[in-house]
């Protein structure tokens, strides 16, 4: 009888040890995952803070040609200061969408000064944002991508039990805002 009490005993330990050691496992997931998100977030607010840099020699190149067009470069001093500004990623987005709109605007600008579009400070500073535009898209694509992982993981039985457990909350995606696939109009 008590060689079936220690069996016993042995088994219950085993099965505890077990669920322990998948709790850990689990929890260590999530929290990798979590931090993934958070690498992948920092990297649009680098490319964003890229962009950001970029604008104010792109804005005095083109105000040598472009003096009387005072508006636009208010606009996207204003845009930048939204984004530099913005403290969650819906704020980010929305402020993110306003710059690429006066950046559009900017562009139709350029095209009214013919000089402008062959000046090789100019050209080289479109294609370093266009660049920085490509890396932005790519690195919303692999936050989007870890948010998703991280976000489907919580809400799996038995992970969401731990999620519940120690406080992992989902995370927001990076979206764009409504009416952005629409070209902007442009109005002087």
Do not use: C, H
Request: proline share 3%; aromatic share 10%.
């Amino acid at each position: 009888m008590k060689k079936g009490w220690i069996i016993t005993l042995v088994v219950i330990l085993i099965i505890v040890i077990a669920l322990i050691s998948w709790g850990i496992g689990a929890y260590n997931k999530m929290v990798t995952l979590e931090q993934s998100v958070k690498e992948s977030y920092s990297q649009i607010q680098n490319q964003l803070q890229r962009r950001a840099d970029l604008i104010p020699n792109l804005v005095e190149t083109v105000k040598g040609y472009a003096a009387q067009e005072k508006e636009i470069f208010e606009a996207l001093a204003n845009a930048r200061a939204k984004l530099a500004g913005a403290q969650t990623v819906e704020e980010q987005a929305t402020a993110d969408a306003e710059l690429t709109n006066v950046l559009s605007r900017l562009l139709v600008i350029v095209e009214n000064y013919p000089t402008l579009k062959s000046d090789a400070n100019f050209r080289q500073l479109m294609d370093e944002l266009a660049g920085t535009e490509n890396r932005i898209a790519v690195a919303r694509k692999d936050y989007n991508a870890v948010v998703k992982d991280y976000n489907a993981l919580i809400k799996k039985f038995p992970y969401v039990i731990i999620a519940k457990m120690f406080g992992f909350a989902e995370k927001q995606y990076f979206e764009a805002k409504p009416g952005v696939e629409e070209v902007p109009q442009v109005q002087f």
